[in-house]
Structures are given as C-alpha cells and as structure tokens.
C-alpha cells in the first residue's frame, strides 16, 4: 500500500471534508483517491487504457483518452484535497508533475448504481 502512504504524506486524508465543514470517513477518502491514482496511471501510460474504464463515466472516459501520453514516466500526484459535496458526488483537486512542469487537475466522482464513478477528470494548462 505504497500508494496510501503517499496519499498520507499529501495531506489528502486530514484534508478531506464535506461541503459542511465536517471530515469524511477516512475510507471514502481512500476510494475517492484511489479513482483519481488508476486514472493517472493510465494517462501516464502506466495502465492500459481499458482496464481504467470500469471506474469512468463515458465522458470521463472520452477526455481521459485524449489525455493519453504513453512512454511518458515520472508522473507524479501531489496536494490531493477532496470534498464531499453531496451524499453521492464528491470533488477533488490536486496536482500533476511531470518533469518540470506541473499541472492542476480535478475530478469529480460520483456514486452510480452502487459504486463510485469519475465522471469527470480534467488537467487544466
């Protein structure tokens, strides 16, 4: 669970509320994240593309294929913070690095049919 310590070390768990002010239940955080970390992995071209489309919505699916830059290494996820904005959506933000270049990404998860989706995921310039 390499991953979960360095979700603990972004400050994404202690940092996770509801549109309240309230904190969120440490394993909603973790699901939430973890959506965002698979998605990473395959715009990174860590992860094959198909694999990831079980936890996307078609439209998350569609602007996570045109994100797609296999052979790119490196990438790495910082500063996640998430909010629950309702009782079956929450929002999430964070940054991408890649290299020198750093970019903002945000993603908006969403309980559908029992489970949570990414109906959105965007990397902003």
């Given at each position: 669970?390499t991953?979960?310590?360095?979700?603990?070390?972004?400050?994404?768990?202690?940092?996770?509320?509801?549109?309240?002010?309230g904190?969120?239940?440490?394993?909603?955080?973790?699901?939430?994240?973890?959506?965002?970390?698979?998605?990473?992995?395959?715009?990174?071209?860590?992860?094959?593309?198909?694999?990831?489309?079980?936890?996307?919505?078609?439209?998350?699916?569609r602007?996570?294929?045109?994100?797609?830059?296999?052979?790119?290494?490196?990438?790495?996820?910082?500063?996640?913070?998430?909010?629950?904005?309702?009782?079956?959506?929450?929002?999430?933000?964070?940054?991408?690095?890649?290299?020198?270049?750093?970019?903002?990404?945000?993603?908006?998860?969403?309980?559908?049919?029992?489970?949570?989706?990414?109906?959105?995921?965007?990397?902003?310039?």
């Open positions: 669970m991953w979960l310590r360095e979700l603990q070390g972004y400050g994404g768990l202690e940092r996770a509320r509801d549109a309240w002010g904190q969120v239940c440490p394993g909603a955080v973790l699901e939430h994240l973890r959506l965002v970390r698979v998605v990473v992995e395959a715009v990174d071209g860590r992860r094959p593309l198909g694999q990831v489309r079980a936890v996307l919505t078609g439209s998350a699916a602007e996570v294929g045109r994100l797609l830059s296999p052979g790119t290494s490196g990438t790495a996820v910082g500063g996640l913070r998430m909010c629950r904005v309702s009782e079956r959506a929450a929002e999430i933000a964070g940054t991408l690095r890649r290299g020198a270049r750093v970019r903002a990404l945000a993603a908006r998860a969403e309980l559908v049919e029992g489970r949570w989706l990414l109906s959105r995921f965007h990397l902003l310039p």
